[in-house]
């Protein structure tokens, strides 16, 4: 189990330093606009769930917001959402919330390191940080761009489809584009080239679950500042993970391969 | 594969190197499924900001 370890230890490293990074923009880039939405749909969100209007208007009282969060954006009519509004144990705001962000980019960080040391290492590995630079591109474009161009990063308190639907066509969309770019980059082959293309766009043109509402008391700004604000911390997450990735890989194998021999 | 002079497991048949190296990418699956897609509450409710701000399915 030598290579096993070797790979979970430098997934370790790289998704330590990478998830902590991530954790860092989000508080400033992400969370606020969440928090800023979960006020909204306080304020407004009596339509789409009967709890709005029963809190009490004091957005910031303990762990309210982030249980009413967990409720609104079911596009369920009210009388399906009634029953089930138990939500469960959930972090207080305020360090608690931020305590708990920190450890799930840290856990998930290794998570997606761990995928990408495991991939790249069939493709003949990550030599150097420059690699890992296009490696973390690659994985941005799987698991960011491809999937949120049908489901953008969404609010609390935003209409959305049902849950497990969109969850299977973002795993889908997140497979059929990881292998159309595998085999772009490693199958010398116009078909399988072809062949590519169409798995990178199938998942699109059977479209996204959408919900049958788009109206929401979200602002249009303040989503949009949120799919930005997702996409470039994701996006430097990513470029960050491969990066460390090839430099802790490098140190492993005690030899800088050159660019030209191994990438492509 | 051909690069084995720079792989991570030297000394590894190419068997178990592909064995390994699925388990550890299933791993990272498990993990980044769980914090991500789980639908227990408590677990959704700890990554909450987390999975907006990865965009993924939530709620």
Redesign the interface.
């Given at each position: 189990?030598?290579?096993?370890r070797?790979?979970?230890f430098?997934?370790a490293i790289a998704g330590l330093v990478a998830g902590v990074v991530?954790a860092c923009m989000?508080a400033y880039a992400?969370?606020p606009l969440?928090l800023k939405a979960e006020v909204y749909e306080k304020a407004g969100g009596g339509h789409q769930h009967d709890h709005a209007a029963s809190t009490n208007s004091n957005a910031m009282s303990s762990a309210a917001p982030?249980d009413n969060?967990?409720t609104?954006?079911?596009p369920a009519p009210a009388e399906t959402a009634a029953p089930a509004e138990d939500?469960?144990?959930?972090?207080a705001d305020g360090f608690e919330?931020f305590a708990?962000?920190v450890?799930?980019?840290i856990?998930?960080g290794?998570?997606?390191?761990?995928?990408?040391?495991?991939?790249s290492?069939?493709a003949?590995?990550i030599?150097n940080w420059r690699q890992g630079v296009f490696w973390g591109l690659a994985g941005f474009a799987v698991?960011?761009l491809a999937?949120?161009l049908g489901?953008?990063?969404?609010?609390?308190a935003m209409p959305?489809a049902e849950?497990l639907p969109?969850?299977i066509w973002?795993?889908s969309t997140v497979a059929a584009t990881a292998i159309g770019l595998g085999l772009i980059a490693f199958r010398k082959s116009l078909p399988l080239a072809i062949l590519a293309v169409v798995l990178i766009v199938a998942p699109h043109i059977v479209g996204a679950p959408q919900p049958e509402s788009f109206e929401t008391t979200i602002p249009e700004g303040l989503h949009h500042q949120f799919v930005v604000a997702?996409t470039l911390?994701?996006l430097v997450f990513w470029l960050v993970l491969g990066a460390v990735v090839g430099v802790v890989?490098g140190r492993?194998?005690g030899?800088a391969?050159s660019l030209r021999?191994?990438f492509a | 594969m051909n690069t084995a002079s720079v792989s991570l497991g030297t000394s590894v048949s190419s068997q178990s190197r592909i064995m390994q190296l699925a388990m550890a990418a299933l791993l990272g699956i498990f993990v980044v499924g769980f914090v991500g897609f789980s639908h227990v509450d408590a677990v959704h409710n700890a990554a909450h900001d987390y999975r907006h701000s990865m965009a993924f399915p939530c709620h």
């Open positions: 189990m030598n290579l096993f070797n790979v979970v430098i997934a991530l989000q992400t969370v969440i982030a969060a967990m609104s954006a079911a939500e469960g144990w959930a972090p919330r708990f962000n450890v799930a980019n856990v998930t290794i998570g997606f390191a761990l995928i990408l040391v495991a991939v290492e069939f003949g590995g030599g698991f960011t999937p949120g489901l953008p990063p969404e609010l609390p959305a849950l969109r969850q973002w795993i997702v911390t994701d890989r492993f194998t030899t391969t021999g191994s | -």
